[in-house]
């Protein structure tokens, strides 16, 4: 009977020589197997790295791309003018008037249609978009702070030209509401300087306010036209 230790160690060196190689083969393909499970682990590390790679760089680039998009179709940001801007110069339809500017109560006939300053509510309409026709007292008022007053003929103004009307109009101090009835489609107004136009997209509206928005002859260009009331059909 063959003990275990006559295959560590035999008196015989071609069969010692025999017995150590065997050993080293095992050790070696011991290691070669634990070499190939350690690359193996590797390469699913490395894969999974990819993987999570490509899914982080396609979402940041969906990520970038929404965000261009965003800008590329984003409305245009509100036209702006420069407050106190007023230099006195002349703007072909453009009508002067002279109105009071006293604070009353009830209802006021005004010279003007719409009315381009005088007597007026004593709170002023908060400036914005409006769907409804409004109060000419509380608009008025609002023009006594620097605002211009947009207004159009709803049954000669599609909403074609309303989208027009909006564009020309700064985020501030300004108002925009139909008013049915007037003598033109459109009318812009500030404190005691009035156009009327047959074409929303008339240039002279953009005129009309570089010149007038916020005038410094209003008669209290820095007072606020926000804090006052909203009226009916607020956008």
């Not at 025999?18 to 070669?32: A, C, G, N, P, S």
Request: overall charge neutral; some cysteine.
């Amino acid at each position: 009977m063959t003990s275990s230790s006559d295959k560590r160690a035999s008196g015989n060196p071609a069969k010692q020589a025999q017995i150590d190689l065997t050993v080293k083969q095992q050790r070696e393909q011991k290691r070669q197997e634990k070499l190939a499970e350690y690359q193996k682990q590797v390469a699913k590390r490395k894969r999974g790295k990819l993987v999570w790679w490509v899914v982080g760089s396609t979402a940041a680039l969906v990520v970038i791309g929404l965000v261009v998009a965003s800008f590329a179709f984003a409305p245009a940001p509100p036209t702006s003018y420069q407050a106190g801007n007023s230099t006195g110069r002349e703007i072909d339809g453009v009508q002067t008037f002279e109105n009071r500017s006293d604070h009353v109560q009830g209802t006021v006939t005004y010279e003007q249609t719409p009315p381009a300053g005088g007597p007026h509510n004593p709170i002023w309409l908060n400036c914005g978009v409006y769907t409804e026709p409004q109060q000419n007292e509380n608009a008025v008022h609002s023009m006594e702070h620097g605002a211009v007053w947009i207004t159009y003929d709803p049954e000669r103004v599609d909403a074609a030209g309303i989208d027009a009307l909006k564009a020309v109009m700064p985020s501030s101090y300004a108002l925009l509401s139909p008013y049915p009835g007037m003598d033109t489609p459109v009318a812009v107004s500030a404190w005691n300087h009035q156009l009327k136009v047959d074409d929303p997209s008339d240039p002279r509206i953009s005129e009309f306010f570089t010149e007038f928005w916020r005038s410094q002859n209003a008669p209290e260009p820095n007072a606020a036209c926000s804090g006052g009331v909203n009226g009916p059909g607020r956008a």
